[in-house]
């Protein structure tokens, strides 16, 4: 229990001073006009009570991740709480401040744009590519896990397609309509249901009779049923993604970037979100590691129940908040995947807008933009799910990845501490490559290569990417 509580206030203390630290680092300009309000054009760019704004980003990069990816992640252990508060605070905050503040920064542009203007045009198109094939994924993916949910919920009374097609027509709409007509609306009670059961949890938790293990040597050792197919690295850093860093926050960020007052709004807003999505999968590892007795005991319920993350978090919310909790989870297990669906779409509408210069303020632009996104999202629902949600995890982390080295080469540029982001740019290029070398949707390497493939992977890309931005910087500072 003492663990938990003082990885809770490490977070909320890197907030106000690392969090303080990276803004002085970016350099606010409170007199510098934001898109919001240079560009602002009631669809996108349109600016929004902070308040509104700030639960808008935080359900946008959370939704099921600081949920099923910390209970995912507590089968291996404490090791999962330092991961979490370790990579929320130094990784992924800073990975959504600075994508959401360059983003800012640039008129509002998506973030592929935003990593050509550092790294290159040749690097931009690839990552036109994989950003919307990713933000697609990630429709896809909440497109149909709510459907089933929803479908088990009612006992099958309508068929899954059903629950599809529904949920598709929002979809639709939430991706067309103007941000303040539908999202801004709906997304405020989400995100507040989802912060009231993860505080219902919090109080379930430290006044109930439940035994959270403490992070001492003993306990940071991996304690999944087959640590041998499941290493701790790179597995662990891959499976809790949204509650650390992910590559997804990046196509969010630029959303909120087009909402935003004053660019002093940004730590709040960005780095804000992410520590408290931080706080978010603390709670829900914690509760997985105890509910069920303990970890030993989880993992062995999760294998009974094929590794759903869904199950074991119905079963928590429903015993440990009651029927209070019953609600709760239907509008967080359900309503949250959904609120990150949408806004998947509208980041891949605003990509391809900026690609191809379309002007969205006709809805004509808008809608024949977001077709093919519908078009192949739907198809992709005729995949197994668990294949689509394995080449996504791996692709989110590597999206971030690549923003990372965005904003190192942006500071080193700027002769700015880019020692902030060079550290875990390299750290998370290690994780990536050494995740796709050893993973059964990898090339299923022994450990031993799959380590030393990663090694020699980072250490080139390392050299790479020296070399690039040290020509670019004579380059830029010429300019």
């Not at 390497?445 to 090694?455: C, D, H, R």
Request: charged share 10%; hydrophobic share 55%; proline share 4%.
């Amino acid at each position: 229990m003492i663990s938990f509580l003082l990885s809770i206030i490490v977070l909320i203390a890197g907030y106000f001073t690392y969090g303080k630290f990276i803004e002085k680092i970016f350099k606010v300009d409170p007199d510098r006009k934001t898109p919001a309000i240079e560009l602002r054009d009631d669809i996108d760019f349109i600016p929004l009570p902070t308040w509104k704004v700030f639960m808008i980003q935080f359900l946008n990069i959370a939704g099921l991740g600081p949920i099923f990816g910390a209970i995912a992640g507590a089968m291996f252990g404490p090791a999962a709480f330092l991961w979490i508060v370790l990579g929320s605070i130094f990784a992924g905050a800073v990975h959504d401040y600075f994508s959401g503040m360059l983003s800012m920064r640039h008129g509002g542009l998506s973030i592929s744009e935003v990593v050509g203007i550092y790294l290159g045009n040749n690097v931009k198109n690839i990552m036109r590519f994989f950003t919307v094939i990713l933000l697609i994924f990630v429709g896809t993916v909440f497109l149909v896990g709510p459907a089933k949910i929803i479908d088990g919920m009612t006992g099958n009374i309508w068929n899954v397609w059903g629950w599809v097609s529904i949920i598709l027509v929002y979809y639709v709409l939430s991706t067309l309509l103007p941000i303040d007509k539908l999202i801004s609306k709906l997304y405020p009670i989400f995100g507040m249901a989802m912060l009231l059961m993860a505080i219902g949890l919090f109080l379930a938790l430290i006044s109930g009779e439940y035994q959270i293990p403490e992070i001492v040597p003993a306990n940071l050792i991996n304690m999944t049923t087959d640590p041998d197919a499941t290493p701790i690295f790179p597995i662990l850093f891959v499976t809790i993604a949204c509650g650390a860093i992910s590559g997804f926050h990046a196509t969010q960020s630029p959303l909120m970037a087009r909402c935003i007052k004053n660019e002093k709004l940004g730590r709040k807003i960005f780095f804000g979100a992410m520590i408290t999505e931080g706080i978010v999968a603390l709670i829900w590892a914690a509760a997985a590691m105890t509910f069920f007795g303990n970890v030993e005991e989880l993992n062995v319920a999760m294998i009974a129940n094929n590794n759903n993350a869904a199950w074991a978090a119905n079963e928590i919310s429903l015993n440990m908040l009651g029927k209070f909790g019953g609600i709760l989870a239907l509008l967080g297990i359900v309503a949250a995947p959904i609120t990150s669906g949408d806004t998947a779409f509208r980041s891949a509408r605003l990509i391809l807008a900026d690609v191809f210069k379309s002007n969205q303020r006709n809805i004509k632009n808008r809608f024949y933009i977001s077709l093919p996104l519908f078009v192949i999202a739907f198809a992709l629902t005729q995949i197994d799910f668990g294949i689509i949600w394995r080449y996504f995890a791996w692709s989110n982390q590597t999206l971030a990845t690549v923003v990372l080295w965005t904003i190192t080469a942006y500071l080193i540029y700027e002769n700015k501490a880019y020692w902030v982001t060079l550290i875990p740019a390299v750290f998370m290029t290690m994780v990536c490559s050494t995740y796709i070398l050893i993973s059964p949707e990898g090339f299923q390497l022994s450990s031993t290569i799959a380590y030393l493939g990663g090694t020699l992977i980072t250490i080139g890309i390392t050299i790479l990417f020296w070399v690039y931005a040290k020509q670019k910087k004579k380059k830029f500072i010429s300019s």
